[in-house]
C-alpha cells in the first residue's frame, strides 16, 4: 500500500519523483509491512516504502482511528539486521510486552501496543532501491547504501521545487547537503543564503528573515534587507527550524504560501522567488504532536523528508570522508601517510558524537601537528582530570590552594565557566540551541554567559 497524502497539499514528493530518472545503481530492502491485531481498525493490513509511519494524521501509511494514538506515533525502518521501530514522540508511548520503548529492533513476528490497538510486525517484500552511481554528489559525500540513497534522493528532489526537510545529528552534514541540493538545481547560479534559527536570539529571527526598515524598532537606524529577498532567485537553507518561535512560524507559513515578504515596519508587499530548504536534529512530527510545530508548516517544508545518518552506523564512509578532507584541505598524503594501522582501528571504533564535524576537525588536528589528536572515549587523555600524587582527582596550583578563599574560588570559577563554555560550543558546533540541550542551560541564560566571557558565537 503506498504513503496516503492529502491531495489538497499538491502533488507528494513519490508522484513527482516517478516522473523522473536519474542514472543510480541498485540495491535491496525488505519493505515494513505490520498488521492490525487489535482495536478501532483490526484486521487492516499495510505494507510501507523505504519506511511505514503509524498514526492518526492522514498522511501516515498507516492511518488509525485509535483516540489513543498519537497524529505521528511511530515508524518502522529497514536496517541490516531487521526493522527498527521508532517512536516519534508519541503521547502515550510504544510497548513491546510491558516495556515502553524508544526504539527497538524487532523481526517478524513481534507485537507492539499502542494506544488500544496492537500491532504484529509480518514478512515484507523484498524490494529493489536507487542507489546514486558515484561516492559524492557536489561535496557531500558517501560511500555506504544508506549514503548513495539519500543522494539519489537529493538528486532527484534537486530538479523540483518540492521542500526538503533534512533531519540528523549535530555534525552529520545537514548544510553540506542542501549546498549540494542547490548546487545541483536549476537555482544553482543563484544565492545560497543560511538562516541558522538556533544561534538567533527570537527578537532577531522575524529580521533576519523578512528584513525591516528604518525607525521598524529601537536601533533599527537603516533599512536591512531579510534572506529571502537576498535569496530570490535561490534558495534559502533555514538550519534548525525546529528553534523558530511559534509565532514566527505562522508568518513562515503565510511567505511560503504568497511568496511575498513585508519587512517589519514596511506597508509595501516584496515578491520573493525563492526555494526553501530546511533542517533540524528533532523529529518535528513529535513537536507537531505537542503542538509547539504547525503542522501545516511541516507539511509545506518537508513534501520529502530524509534523515542524514549520523557517522556511527556508516563506518564505511570513514576512509572516503577523510580521503575528501585531505583533497579540500590541498594534500596528496594518502590516508596511510598520516594514519597508523591501530590509529584507523581506533577510528573505526570510535563512536563520533560529533559526526563528521568532529571527523574533519580531527583530520584537520593531524594535518596542523602531524599527530593525531585525542579521542574521548577511546581512554585518550582528552577530558580526562590530573590526578595528584596524594591520589586526589585533581593536582590543584599551589598559588591557588594557599591564595584567599573568595579569591581563588572567583578565580577558579571564572576559568571553569570560560573552558566549559567553548568545549561546550564546539561540542554542539557552535549551535547555540543545541549547546543549550546540552547543558540543561536556558537560552537565555547561556547567551548571557557568552557575553560574560566575551565569547563569540
Given amino acids: 500500500m503506498s504513503r496516503q497524502s492529502d491531495p489538497s497539499k499538491g502533488p507528494s514528493a513519490d508522484r513527482i519523483f516517478a516522473t523522473l530518472r536519474q542514472p543510480a545503481l541498485t540495491g535491496r530492502f525488505v519493505r515494513p509491512k505490520v498488521e492490525v491485531l487489535r482495536g478501532p481498525d483490526a484486521g487492516r493490513t499495510v505494507e510501507g516504502g523505504e519506511t511505514l509511519s503509524v498514526g492518526t494524521a492522514p498522511d501516515n501509511d498507516l492511518v488509525l482511528t485509535d483516540p489513543n494514538v498519537s497524529r505521528y506515533h511511530l515508524e518502522f525502518r529497514p536496517d541490516s539486521e531487521g526493522i527498527a521501530v521508532v517512536d516519534v514522540g508519541s503521547t502515550n508511548g510504544t510497548h513491546i510486552a510491558k516495556i515502553a520503548i524508544e526504539r527497538a529492533r524487532v523481526v517478524p513476528g513481534a507485537t507492539l501496543r499502542i494506544g488500544e490497538t496492537v500491532l504484529k510486525v509480518v514478512d515484507g517484500t523484498d524490494t529493489p532501491i536507487e542507489l546514486f552511481d558515484a561516492a559524492e554528489i557536489h561535496g557531500f559525500v558517501g560511500h555506504s547504501p544508506a549514503m548513495r540513497r539519500l543522494m539519489a534522493q537529493l538528486a532527484k528532489a534537486a530538479v523540483t521545487e518540492v521542500g526538503v526537510l533534512l533531519n540528523g545529528e549535530t555534525g552529520v552534514g545537514k548544510e553540506v547537503a542542501a549546498q549540494a541540493l542547490h548546487k545541483a538545481s536549476p537555482r544553482k547560479n543563484g544565492p545560497f543564503e543560511t538562516i541558522d534559527c538556533g544561534a538567533l536570539a527570537p527578537t532577531l529571527i522575524a529580521s533576519e528573515l523578512f528584513g525591516h526598515e528604518m525607525g521598524a524598532f529601537t536601533g ?91 557517522l556511527r552506523e556508516r563506518k564505511e564512509d570513514l576512509v572516503p570522508l577523510v580521503e575528501h578532507f585531505l583533497r579540500e584541505a590541498g594534500s596528496d598524503l594518502a590516508i596511510e601517510d598520516l594514519f597508523a594501522p591501530t590509529i584507523l582501528d581506533q577510528m573505526r571504533a570510535h563512536r563520533w558524537p560529533g559526526n563528521v564535524r568532529e571527523l574533519r576537525n580531527f583530520v584537520d588536528h593531524v594535518l596542523s601537528l602531524g599527530e593525531p589528536g585525542p579521542l574521548d572515549d577511546l581512554g585518550s587523555p582528552a577530558g580526562a582530570s590530573k590526578t595528584a600524587g596524594d591520589g586526589s582527582a585533581i593536582a590543584w596550583p599551589p598559588a591557588l590552594l594557599e591564595a584567599e578563599y573568595r579569591g581563588a574560588r572567583d578565580r577558579l570559577l571564572r576559568e571553569f565557566e570560560r573552558e566549559y563554555l567553548v568545549r561546550l560550543l564546539d561540542r554542539a558546533g557552535h549551535n547555540v540551541a543545541e549547546a543549550a540541550r546540552q547543558s540543561k542551560l536556558s537560552r537565555a541564560h547561556l547567551f548571557e554567559l557568552l557575553k560574560k566571557h566575551d565569547i563569540k558565537r
Fill in 220 to 310: 533599527a537606524d537603516r533599512r536591512h534587507t531579510g534572506a529571502f529577498e537576498r535569496a530570490s532567485g535561490g534558495t534559502l537553507f533555514l538550519d534548525e527550524i525546529g528553534e523558530l518561535p511559534l509565532t514566527l512560524q505562522t508568518s513562515l507559513l503565510g511567505v511560503l504560501e504568497r511568496r511575498v515578504v513585508r519587512r517589519l515596519g514596511g506597508r509595501e508587499p516584496i515578491k520573493v522567488d525563492v526555494r526553501v530548504v530546511s533542517a533540524t536534529h528533532r523529529d518535528l512530527r513529535a513537536e507537531v504532536n505537542t503542538g509547539s510545530f504547525r503542522a501545516d508548516l511541516f507539511h509545506r517544508l518537508g513534501a520529502l523528508r530524509v534523515t542524514i545518518p549520523p
